[in-house]
């Protein structure tokens, strides 16, 4: 059974950093691609980043790109999402998602999400 964990979120200031936590359980994150969400109060639900199995292709959303980073660590079997440079609208609970396929191909749709943490930045 497909089980996802977050961890790490908090109440940050503009321009600090924080480090998310996706423990993976059910699978090893060298065979499914892992993908970070957000959903914003109001808003629905975004692709932030995504990791790919075999090769750790990443995608980045356009606003994140330069200050997020996201990487694994296999051994672990946990994901993580570096947010650096935070802002108001970075304000969002967070999840970890996969959608049991390899790749982070364009229609990547997940079918597993985790309870989400939630990450608050205050101008």
């Known amino acids: 059974q497909v089980k996802l964990v977050e961890s790490g979120g908090g109440l940050m200031q503009t321009g600090e950093s924080l480090r998310l936590a996706c423990v993976a359980s059910g699978f090893t994150l060298n065979y499914f691609a892992i993908g970070w969400w957000r959903e914003a109060p109001g808003k629905e639900r975004e692709a932030v980043a995504c990791i790919s199995a075999n090769d750790n292709t990443m995608y980045y959303k356009d606003s994140v790109k330069g200050r997020f980073t996201i990487s694994k660590n296999v051994a672990k079997n946990t994901a993580y999402l570096q947010m650096n440079n935070l802002r108001p609208e970075d304000t969002a609970i967070y999840f970890c998602?996969?959608?049991?396929?390899?790749?982070?191909?364009?229609?990547?749709?997940?079918?597993?999400w985790g309870q989400g943490t939630q990450v608050t930045v205050s101008s």
């Open positions: 998602t996969t959608d049991q396929q390899d790749t982070c191909a364009s229609d990547y749709d997940p079918t597993s």
